[in-house]
């Protein structure tokens, strides 16, 4: 059985780090492409950060760039997503999604097959 679990979330101040861990089970997570995605209240599922299984790129999102890193550990069967500088507006509920046909660059929501639970982050003084 596939399976994704995040971990990492939590509640930290304006200008903290979190690192959000994606581990997979039932799978090679070093065989698919992987994107973290943030849902806030109220708002649409978007791309914060995706990384292919060919290749080194990695897809940011604008509000992320400099701030955030995406990386694979594949001995440990897990993604991860850096997270500094953090600002109120990254507020969200965090989900890790992998599929094996994503198109490199574009880091949507519709592309991912198997996806996590989610993990709450929130940034708060």
């Known amino acids: 059985q596939l399976q994704l679990v995040e971990s990492g979330g939590g509640l930290v101040q304006p200008g903290g780090s979190l690192r959000l861990s994606c581990a997979a089970s039932?799978?090679?997570?070093?065989?698919?492409?992987v994107g973290w995605f943030r849902q806030a209240p109220g708002k649409e599922r978007e791309g914060v950060s995706c990384?292919?299984?060919?290749?080194?790129?990695?897809k940011y999102t604008d509000s992320v760039k400099g701030r955030f890193t995406i990386s694979r550990d594949n001995a440990k069967n897990t993604v991860y997503l850096q997270m500094n500088s953090l600002k109120p507006e990254d507020t969200a509920i965090y989900y890790c999604?992998?599929?094996?046909?994503?198109?490199?660059?574009?880091?949507?929501?519709?592309?991912?097959?198997?996806w996590g639970q989610g993990t709450q982050v929130t940034v708060s003084s």
């Open positions: 990384i292919y299984r060919l290749g080194t790129f990695r």
């Open positions: 999604a992998a599929d094996n046909l994503a198109i490199i660059g574009r880091c949507q929501a519709d592309e991912y097959d198997y």
């Open positions: 039932g799978f090679t997570l070093a065989h698919y492409d």
